[in-house]
């Protein structure tokens, strides 16, 4: 008996140190072991984050416009099914054209490039004008607009947000816009009446209008309300002191940059007899130094820069003057144009165009066009530079006595005689006829050009 109690009690102590007990005894985990496990994770988080967020967003907005298109498309589907309830969420009004600027108080409202305005019922989604159903010959009404009205979702505002933005008059002011605010289209278009601003929008908190157009006839059906651009509305009596872009050439000189009518620079150049853009050029091409003193020092280095590039945009007339002195030993003469650049020269019966002339020759030019403006009543006009090509050829600056020989050819057909004549006389029986106008140019002896000219009237400008 007492063998087999102590086998028993032998065999206790390898039964409680099974792998089965083991497993039922396992230890709790540590503090340090928990916070390292979190730290772990965490930092596995901060390391996935920027890799999963870009890949998940993406996944979702795929998903998102896939839906949209078939969204859209099933739109479009059913268009046909229920056109009324499609339209009344597609229509929107739309003006044709941008607004021509700069806009003044006082004067009619144009589209760009002096068209007449225009509104247009278009559908929204395919951009084309509606031109069938009770909404293509709605009423419309134009109004004026804040000109920061955006609308919360850009384009798409509401009724409200469009109504909300409305300007009205200042009080005391009579209405914004005057004229015929009230249009009809027809087969989706309707034109703008003559309308204008009756007040400045400097007084506004964007200092700029917009234009609207909304239907004023129609319930129960959404149309978009239209809106233009902004753009800032200026007194008319700005008008009256504005710029010239271009300039022309007759335009008064303070319409050229940094020149203020009546100011300093106006004054000086007035003095000076320089009164239109023209004989500003003129000075400008011939004797710079002495125009730039004119303006005097007052005049920054940076304002000549722009005054001279603003001037230089002037649009030039096409015709030429051809100068010949009647006492030069030289066989020589100058081209130029209205407003004294030189373009050709004769020497010796040869026509040289500008671009080939040396340094020396160009000078020569420009004191032989210092001397016609002296001499005006000795300078020839041609309408263009075709006019003058066609009589150049014939064009002879060899000198002779009184008695002129008239030998010569011009486009083939010869002319041959002698006589003996008054220069000026002979000019006024010959040069008004087609006829006569070959054997004018075609002389061959003539002691200079300016026996084939006629006299034309001095430019209003000293040197």
């Given at each position: 008996?007492?063998?087999?109690?102590?086998?028993?009690?032998?065999?206790?102590?390898?039964?409680?140190?099974?792998?089965?007990?083991?497993?039922?005894?396992r230890r709790a985990p540590s503090f340090r072991s928990v916070v390292l496990k979190v730290m772990n994770l965490q930092r596995l988080q901060h390391l996935m984050e920027p890799v999963l967020e870009p890949l998940i967003r993406r996944v979702v907005?795929?998903?998102?416009?896939?839906?949209?298109?078939?969204?859209?498309?099933?739109?479009?589907?059913?268009?046909?099914?229920?056109?009324?309830?499609?339209?009344?969420?597609?229509?929107?009004?739309?003006?044709?054209?941008?607004?021509?600027?700069?806009?003044?108080?006082?004067?009619?409202?144009?589209?760009?490039?002096?068209?007449?305005?225009?509104?247009?019922?278009?559908?929204?989604?395919?951009?084309?004008?509606?031109?069938?159903?009770?909404?293509?010959?709605?009423?419309?009404?134009?109004?004026?607009?804040?000109?920061?009205?955006?609308?919360?979702?850009?384009?798409?505002?509401?009724?409200?947000?469009?109504?909300?933005?409305?300007?009205?008059?200042?009080?005391?002011?009579?209405?914004?816009?005057?004229?015929?605010?009230?249009?009809?289209?027809?087969?989706?278009?309707?034109?703008?009446?003559?309308?204008s601003f009756t007040d400045n929008s400097s007084w506004t908190r964007s200092r700029k209008f917009r234009l609207g157009a909304k239907v004023v006839d129609i319930d129960g059906i959404r149309i978009r309300e239209a809106r233009s651009e902004s753009?800032?509305?200026?007194?008319?009596?700005?008008?009256?002191?504005?710029?010239?872009?271009?300039?022309?050439?007759?335009?008064?000189?303070?319409?050229?940059?940094?020149?203020?009518?009546?100011?300093?620079?106006?004054?000086?150049?007035?003095?000076?007899?320089?009164?239109?853009?023209?004989?500003?050029?003129?000075?400008?091409?011939?004797?710079?130094?002495?125009?730039?003193?004119?303006?005097?020092?007052?005049?920054?280095?940076?304002?000549?820069?722009?005054?001279?590039?603003?001037?230089?945009?002037?649009?030039?007339?096409?015709?030429?003057?051809?100068?010949?002195?009647?006492?030069?030993?030289?066989?020589?003469?100058?081209?130029?144009?209205?407003?004294?650049?030189?373009?050709?020269?004769?020497?010796?019966?040869?026509?040289?165009?500008?671009?080939?002339?040396?340094?020396?020759?160009?000078?020569?030019?420009?004191?032989?066009?210092?001397?016609?403006?002296?001499?005006?009543?000795?300078?020839?006009?041609?309408?263009?530079?075709?006019?003058?090509?066609?009589?150049?050829?014939?064009?002879?600056?060899?000198?002779?006595?009184?008695?002129?020989?008239?030998?010569?050819?011009?486009?083939g057909n010869k002319v041959s005689s002698s006589q003996k004549f008054d220069r000026y006389s002979y000019l006024q029986q010959n040069a008004s006829s087609p006829d006569n106008m070959q054997s004018l140019y075609s002389i061959g002896s003539l002691?200079?050009?300016?026996?084939?000219?006629?006299?034309?009237?001095?430019?209003?400008?000293?040197?």
């Amino acid at each position: 008996m007492s063998q087999k109690r102590q086998l028993e009690e032998d065999a206790k102590p390898r039964l409680e140190g099974t792998p089965f007990e083991d497993k039922r005894r396992r230890r709790a985990p540590s503090f340090r072991s928990v916070v390292l496990k979190v730290m772990n994770l965490q930092r596995l988080q901060h390391l996935m984050e920027p890799v999963l967020e870009p890949l998940i967003r993406r996944v979702v907005k795929e998903e998102v416009d896939s839906a949209l298109t078939k969204y859209e498309i099933s739109m479009k589907w059913s268009r046909g099914k229920d056109t009324k309830h499609h339209e009344s969420r597609c229509l929107q009004l739309h003006f044709l054209h941008a607004i021509s600027l700069p806009v003044y108080t006082g004067a009619r409202i144009e589209g760009e490039e002096c068209n007449t305005l225009k509104v247009a019922l278009v559908d929204s989604y395919t951009g084309q004008v509606v031109s069938s159903g009770p909404e293509c010959s709605a009423k419309v009404e134009i109004v004026v607009l804040e000109g920061d009205f955006d609308g919360d979702e850009g384009d798409n505002w509401t009724h409200e947000e469009f109504k909300n933005n409305i300007v009205r008059a200042r009080e005391g002011k009579k209405s914004l816009l005057n004229g015929d605010v009230l249009l009809t289209i027809k087969d989706g278009i309707g034109l703008v009446g003559n309308i204008s601003f009756t007040d400045n929008s400097s007084w506004t908190r964007s200092r700029k209008f917009r234009l609207g157009a909304k239907v004023v006839d129609i319930d129960g059906i959404r149309i978009r309300e239209a809106r233009s651009e902004s753009f800032i509305v200026r007194d008319h009596r700005g008008e009256l002191y504005k710029k010239h872009h271009p300039p022309f050439l007759f335009d008064e000189v303070w319409r050229l940059e940094k020149i203020g009518k009546d100011g300093a620079f106006h004054k000086r150049l007035s003095k000076e007899r320089v009164n239109t853009v023209k004989d500003f050029l003129i000075l400008l091409f011939l004797d710079p130094t002495r125009l730039r003193n004119i303006l005097g020092t007052g005049m920054s280095t940076k304002m000549w820069e722009v005054t001279v590039e603003h001037a230089q945009t002037c649009v030039l007339d096409k015709n030429l003057h051809v100068y010949n002195p009647s006492g030069s030993q030289q066989k020589i003469g100058v081209v130029f144009d209205v407003v004294g650049q030189v373009t050709a020269l004769f020497s010796d019966g040869r026509y040289i165009p500008g671009d080939k002339l040396s340094e020396t020759e160009k000078a020569d030019a420009r004191n032989l066009v210092i001397s016609a403006y002296r001499d005006w009543e000795k300078v020839v006009t041609f309408d263009d530079e075709a006019s003058l090509m066609d009589v150049a050829p014939c064009l002879s600056i060899a000198r002779s006595s009184s008695n002129l020989q008239l030998e010569g050819s011009c486009n083939g057909n010869k002319v041959s005689s002698s006589q003996k004549f008054d220069r000026y006389s002979y000019l006024q029986q010959n040069a008004s006829s087609p006829d006569n106008m070959q054997s004018l140019y075609s002389i061959g002896s003539l002691s200079n050009l300016d026996e084939c000219f006629h006299s034309v009237d001095p430019v209003n400008i000293m040197f």
